[in-house]
């Protein structure tokens, strides 16, 4: 079957960096999504990546390895405000979202 | 309004009821989608439109009914739905579907079946 792992929950200090992780394991890959939801809110799209690699974006980055199944969402300078649940998804080869559940990040001051 | 809309954000309803869920997209975008979301579950894909038409159903309970009058419109109609049926229904729109292009989501109907 077809799923994806990222951690329940992390908790990290303002002003610190965070690592989120993503493992999938789907049929085919045709891209990975973050998004990132707070609570009683609509997710909202953060980064994708389709192609092995590094993207930046400001103070989020989104880094993918497709032989390895693996990706992870990294914040810099943690703000109050980010805490919020943070969603993996993979577009697999029917282009179909798989999503994981998600990992809530708790800001501590 | 932009981006995606969704009404009514919260609803109560008992298992005799019947409820319509509606999601209004301002995006110019030809798919359309509904999604439950239950806690610390990833989201569940229940139906899919594209260009108007039904592309998918993944088993979803005949007690959902879905509903896309115009590339801009889709409603979710609800009946004699079970307790274990609550949960927060996102509704999300795209440019294509198939292609490479990102969902865009509404808010959200926090459903409660008493």
């Known amino acids: 079957g077809q799923n994806i792992d990222q951690p329940t929950e992390m908790t990290a200090t303002e002003g610190a960096i965070v690592q989120i992780n993503c493992t999938y394991q789907?049929?085919?890959?045709?891209?990975l999504f973050w998004y990132q939801q707070h609570a009683g809110e609509a997710p909202t799209f953060l980064s994708y990546?389709?192609l092995d690699g590094l993207e930046e974006k400001g103070r989020f980055s989104s880094f993918l390895s497709r032989s390895k199944g693996y990706s992870y969402l990294l914040l810099k300078e943690l703000q109050m405000k980010d805490s919020a649940s943070y969603l993996c998804?993979?577009?697999?080869?029917?282009?179909?979202?798989?999503w994981g559940a998600g990992t809530k990040l708790i800001i501590k001051p | 309004e932009t981006g995606v809309t969704q009404t009514p954000r919260h609803l109560v309803m008992g298992m005799t009821n019947k409820k319509s869920l509606k999601c209004e997209q301002h995006?110019?975008?030809?798919?359309m989608y509904w999604y439950k979301q239950s806690a610390k579950k990833p989201l569940e894909l229940m139906f899919v439109y594209s260009l108007e038409e039904r592309v998918e159903n993944n088993s979803v309970p005949s007690r959902f009914s879905p509903e896309c009058p115009n590339s801009s419109h889709l409603f979710l109609h609800l009946h004699t739905l079970q307790p274990e049926d609550s949960a927060l229904y996102l509704c999300?729109?795209?440019?294509?579907?198939?292609?490479?292009?990102?969902?865009?989501f509404g808010p959200g109907t926090r459903l409660l079946v008493l």
């Open positions: 789907t049929s085919g890959f045709n891209g």
């Open positions: 995006l110019g975008h030809n798919a």
């Open positions: 999300a729109s795209s440019q294509a579907r198939g292609g490479s292009e990102t969902q865009y």
């Open positions: 990546n389709v």
């Open positions: 998804a993979v577009r697999d080869s029917n282009y179909q979202l798989i």
